[in-house]
C-alpha cells in the first residue's frame, strides 16, 4: 500500500518561504507516476498547485507559478514543494499526492496544516 | 482554466435514500479526465470515481458515476451513514487540473 507522508503543521511569517516535503514508501518515485501538490482552504475548497515526473518535468498552476517550486529526490524517494513570499492567502491544508493513469489521485499525504501569520 | 460547478451545494437526505450530485465544466472534456472525490469530516479525500465511470479500487458499488463532455453525474443509490461527507469532481484533462467546489452531503 502506497503511503506518502507530510511533515507536521507549519508557522511562517508573511514574506517567508514555505519548504515542504513529502515522503514517498512501498512506492518507488521512479515508476511512471507523477507526484503532485494540492491545497485546501474553507474559502477556495481544493486548489490543484503543480505536479512533477519522476524525470523533474513539472507543470504549475498558473497562478502560484512565480513562487512555486517542485523539486524531487529520487535517491530518497520523495518530493518537495518550495512557495516563495508567502501570505495569509497562502494558510490552507497542504497535501501531497500520487498521480495515477489519467491525473486521477489515488493516493494521499495526510496533510501538512501550514499557517501565515505575523 | 476549466472551471468546475457543483450542485447542489448541500445536499439533506436520509439514509437509505438516493443521492445524485452533478459536476458542470466550463469546456467539454474527455470523460477519462474526471474524477470524484469523497472528503469526510477532518479526513484526507479519497478517490472514488475516476474515468467519470470507474470506481476505484474497495469503493462500494453504491458509487456510480456517469457523463460527457461537460456534465457529468456522481450517484449513490443507497446511502450509508458512512457516505455523509462531500464529494468533489476534478478535472484532468487541461492544466490547472481544477476541481469543483464540493457538494456536502448531509444527514436530514
Known amino acids: 500500500q502506497v503511503q506518502l507522508q507530510e511533515p507536521g503543521p507549519r508557522l511562517l511569517k508573511p514574506s517567508g518561504t514555505l519548504s515542504l516535503t513529502c515522503a514517498v514508501s512501498?512506492?518507488?518515485?521512479?515508476?511512471?507516476?507523477?507526484w503532485t501538490w494540492v491545497r485546501q482552504t474553507p474559502e477556495k475548497g481544493l486548489e490543484w498547485l503543480g505536479e512533477i515526473s519522476p524525470t523533474g518535468a513539472t507543470n504549475y498552476n498558473p497562478s502560484l507559478r512565480s513562487r512555486l517550486t517542485i523539486s524531487v529526490d529520487k535517491s530518497k524517494d520523495q518530493f518537495s514543494l518550495r512557495l516563495t513570499s508567502v501570505t495569509a492567502t497562502d494558510t490552507a491544508v497542504y497535501y501531497c499526492?500520487?498521480?495515477?493513469?489519467?491525473?486521477?489521485?489515488?493516493?494521499w499525504g495526510q496533510g501538512a496544516l501550514v499557517t501565515v501569520s505575523p | 482554466e476549466i472551471v468546475l460547478t457543483q450542485s447542489p451545494g448541500t445536499l439533506s437526505l436520509s439514509p437509505g435514500e438516493k443521492a445524485t450530485l452533478s459536476c458542470r465544466a466550463s469546456?467539454?472534456?474527455?470523460?477519462?479526465?474526471l474524477a470524484w472525490y469523497q472528503q469526510r469530516p477532518g479526513q484526507t479525500p479519497r478517490l472514488l470515481i475516476y474515468g467519470a465511470s470507474s470506481r476505484a479500487p474497495g469503493v462500494p458499488d453504491r458509487f456510480s458515476g456517469s457523463g460527457s463532455g461537460t456534465d457529468f453525474t456522481l450517484t449513490i443509490s443507497k446511502l450509508e451513514p458512512e457516505d455523509f461527507a462531500v464529494y468533489y469532481c476534478q478535472q484532468c484533462a487541461d492544466s490547472p487540473y481544477t476541481f469543483g467546489q464540493g457538494t456536502k452531503v448531509e444527514i436530514k
Open positions: 499526492a500520487r498521480e495515477a493513469g489519467g491525473g486521477k489521485l489515488d493516493h
Open positions: 512501498d512506492a518507488s518515485i521512479n515508476i511512471n507516476n507523477w
Open positions: 469546456q467539454g472534456f474527455s470523460s477519462t479526465y
